[in-house]
């Protein structure tokens, strides 16, 4: 069946600092691979998606990500948190046009 | 104005009362689904529907009802609310061309008493 993990559930950073968030996947054929984050008493806004091509995608809000086909994983990156980016991120995998997420990555900005 | 709302936006009730949680949205979408979100496990997908006539079970159905009024509008109820569906509802739109790319409401925060 297909799963996603974020093995994660806090990750605390200091502001200006650089951040990555895992996220491993499990998936029978191509996967189609997403990115939301959720800001507090928000829903959820999509920062990236990969569908095929090029394995380094880029996103919203400085974020990229790198798809990894040898270890399943679509791993969340950026160079310099800000403390706007404190929030809540969510990997997820298109299953059938329905996602399958993870249960999600909090991340905390130190000042 | 928002492209996908959700009323209401929080609702407290008690056990074994009836309630329906509404989503309309202006995106012209055929695609509508219905998340809950519990602390520690993500999202969930209770229903989903692919246009008016089609509607599917999700991965957490049972205590669970829907209905697609329209393109536009697509209901959750909980015929008798249990506290355990204690949680954050979301609902989602996409759009029939594209492939998984869902646009989310607000959120509903149901609390059962």
């Known amino acids: 069946a297909q799963s996603v993990t974020q093995p994660d559930i806090h990750i605390t950073v200091s502001e200006g600092a650089s951040l990555e968030l895992r996220c491993n996947y499990s998936?029978?054929?191509?996967?189609?691979l997403f990115w939301y984050v959720q800001s507090p008493g928000q829903g959820l806004q999509l920062l990236l998606k990969y569908f095929s091509g090029d394995t380094l995608v880029q996103g919203i809000k400085g974020f990229e990500a790198e798809f990894k086909r040898s270890q399943s994983s679509f791993n969340l990156r950026k160079p310099s948190v800000h403390w706007s980016d404190a929030a809540e991120y969510f990997c997820?995998?298109?299953?059938?046009?329905?996602?399958?997420f993870g249960s999600g990555t909090r991340l905390l900005v130190r000042p | 104005d928002a492209d996908v709302t959700q009323t209401p936006r929080n609702r407290i009730t008690k056990t074994g009362k009836r309630i329906m949680l509404e989503c309309s949205q202006t995106k012209g979408h055929d695609r509508m689904y219905w998340y809950r979100q519990d602390p520690g496990l993500g999202l969930r997908l209770i229903y989903y529907?692919?246009?008016?006539?089609?509607?599917n079970k999700g991965e957490i159905s049972d205590g669970y009802s829907v209905s697609r009024q329209a393109q536009a509008k697509f209901s959750l109820s909980l015929e008798s609310a249990i506290p355990n569906q204690t949680a954050l509802y979301f609902c989602a739109t996409s759009d029939s061309q594209g492939r998984g790319e869902q646009y989310f409401g607000p959120g509903t925060r149901l609390t059962v008493t």
């Open positions: 997820a995998v298109d299953s059938s046009y329905k996602l399958i």
């Open positions: 998936y029978g054929a191509t996967p189609y």
């Open positions: 529907s692919f246009d008016v006539k089609d509607i």
